[in-house]
């Protein structure tokens, strides 16, 4: 059973940082590319960040090109989101998954809100 479970989240002032972290199991989780994506209120879930099995090569949406930086630990099957200098716009429910999703076990998120 594919499991994902986010964590991290909260309310942050607009310029804050906040650590998001994902727990996988039920795939290999090594030979997987993983991402973050986002989905905020009326709007289609998006793809915002995305890290390669080997961890050397990544991809940024350009709304957080520079902002957030994404990481995995192989080891211990887990994947983060440093996001900082958060903006309002960032403010959407976050979930890990493979890139491309494959299950449609999604986790039930991390809620982000930022305050201006």
């Known amino acids: 059973q594919v499991q994902l479970v986010e964590s991290g989240g909260g309310l942050v002032q607009a310029g804050g940082s906040l650590r998001l972290s994902c727990a996988a199991s039920?795939?290999?989780?090594?030979?997987?590319?993983m991402g973050w994506y986002r989905q905020a209120p009326g709007k289609e879930r998006e793809l915002v960040a995305r890290i390669s099995s080997s961890t050397t090569s990544t991809y940024y949406a350009d709304s957080v090109k520079g902002r957030f930086t994404i990481s995995r630990d192989n080891a211990q099957k887990r994947v983060y989101l440093q996001m900082n200098s958060l903006k309002s716009e960032d403010t959407a429910v976050y979930y890990c998954?493979?890139?491309?999703?494959?299950?449609?076990?999604w986790g039930q998120g991390t809620q982000v809100t930022v305050s201006s």
């Open positions: 998954n493979t890139v491309p999703v494959t299950s449609s076990s």
């Open positions: 039920g795939f290999t989780f090594s030979s997987r590319f």
